[in-house]
């Protein structure tokens, strides 16, 4: 199976960074995208950023210019840098992976998500 572990959550004022990071351990045979999601209270989840295994990335309008996702693929990670923070940026926020595992000759693919880290911006 697939683990996703994340970490960076926290306490953040308004106009403060954080950077939050995913770790992927497992039998993978191959990543194919990875990326972000964010829910916050009485909201539905929602795509804040991703990257593919050819580096393409995505952003929600609502974070663009000021969070940058990023990859290393030897450690299999993801990281999210967020700046100039937004009370509205609060949120439970959950890793997502889109990866390939092989069993034999056959590949299959798979979408795992973490357990979540809490983002929480406030004075």
């Known amino acids: 199976q697939v683990q996703l572990v994340e970490s960076g959550g926290g306490l953040v004022q308004p106009g403060g960074s954080l950077r939050l990071s995913c770790a992927a351990s497992g039998s993978i045979f191959s990543i194919n995208a990875m990326g972000w999601y964010r829910q916050a209270p009485g909201k539905q989840r929602e795509l804040v950023a991703a990257i593919t295994s050819g580096g393409s990335t995505n952003y929600a309008d609502s974070v663009k210019g000021r969070c940058t996702i990023s990859r290393d693929n030897a450690k299999n990670t993801i990281y999210l840098q967020m700046n100039s923070l937004k009370p509205e940026d609060t949120a439970v926020y959950y890793c997502?992976?889109?990866?390939?595992?092989?069993?034999?000759?056959?590949?299959?693919?798979?979408?795992?998500w973490g357990q979540g880290t809490q983002v929480t911006v406030s004075s």
């Open positions: 997502n992976a889109d990866v390939d595992l092989k069993y034999g000759s056959m590949r299959y693919e798979y979408v795992y």
